[in-house]
């Protein structure tokens, strides 16, 4: 009897709790995911894991880019674009994706490629699958842009 009236008392406390936050904003996916300083840390890993990558290096055009353009530059950007995207502070202020990858010739395989590399880091910072989702539902709504149109 008196377990009973424990669990119906919890019961209750935990629907009024529940009510009480359904009335406030839903957490950012910026926020779940920790904020500028997880975010900032999860980009650099993925570019140092993305810029040597000897499959995408295969393709001349990226393997050049790689060459010219810095990491550190990369990872700038990719930080402010992913800040922002996810409910951040930040502003993207870097180049178009459509304009940024038009001549890199990105194939449908290589767009895959990045994904399995962008995947792995995410399990290495044990990013929760609801996060780890959203984000790359985020990155898949760039494919269109970036993979060359003749590979999609
Ligand atoms: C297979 C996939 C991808 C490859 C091989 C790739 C490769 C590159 C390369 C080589 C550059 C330097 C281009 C240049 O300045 O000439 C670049 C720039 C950039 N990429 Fe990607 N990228 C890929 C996917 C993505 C995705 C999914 C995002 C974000 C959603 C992204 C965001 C950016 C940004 C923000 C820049 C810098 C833009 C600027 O210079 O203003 N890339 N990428």
New binding site residues.
Partial sequence: MALAAIILAAGMSHTAFAQGQSEQKPASLYDRLGGLAPISVVVDDFIDV?VPDPI?NT?P??DA??K??PAS??KY??T???CQ?TGGPCR????G?KE??A??N?TAQ??D???TL?KGVLDRHAVPAQEAGELLD??DS??AD??ASSEM
């Fill in positions: 993305l995408l393709n055009a990226i880019a790689r010219r353009v530059y990369l950007h990719v402010a674009m992913v995207a993207y202020d870097g180049r994706m940024t990858h001549r890199l990105i290589e767009w490629r990045m994904v962008l985020i990155v760039t494919r970036i993979v």
